[in-house]
């Protein structure tokens, strides 16, 4: 299961972007909203979950969130952070920029978050290696003269 964990509910539409992908490949996944900032505690015990295997965090900003489930689990976390026009898109370094040991992926656009949780999950899932397989020959066609 993938935990996508937004930093704020005003990440919700921006999240739902990557849901919807992970619903094409017929993943399970859930939302959770929780900020490092204002509510590390709460981030504590969402790391802590058994049941998840990959976390996808959404944070905008300065991005503590994803270095800090990154620091605090051995699962894999695919940073994904929304893009701002405010500061010509300069906020997306929080999420480039993490201490030594703390090494969260980071994926820009939405779907391709998806389709990198996708493929780690597919390390293990025959199922999930043909559905990834299958879509990029998708992709190859809608390329193809």
Do not use: W
């Not at 996944?29 to 976390?55: C, G, M, Q, W």
């Not at 992926?105 to 390390?123: D, F, G, Q, R, S």
């Amino acid at each position: 299961m993938i935990l996508i964990v937004m930093g704020s509910k005003s990440d919700l539409k921006f999240a739902e972007k990557i849901g919807e992908k992970l619903k094409f490949f017929g993943v399970n996944f859930e939302y959770e909203v929780a900020s490092a900032h204002k509510t590390p505690e709460k981030v504590l015990r969402i790391v802590k979950r058994e049941n998840v295997d990959l976390f996808i965090t959404v944070a905008g900003r300065s991005n503590a969130l994803s270095g800090m489930i990154d620091a605090n689990t051995v699962k894999p976390v695919i940073a994904c952070p929304p893009y701002s026009d405010k500061f010509a898109g300069m906020d997306v370094l929080s999420s480039l920029r993490m201490p030594s040991g703390v090494a969260p992926l980071v994926v820009l656009e939405p779907e391709n978050a998806a389709i990198a949780a996708v493929k780690i999950l597919a390390l293990k899932d025959e199922n999930l290696k043909k559905k990834i397989e299958d879509y990029q020959n998708m992709k190859r066609e809608e390329v193809s003269l």
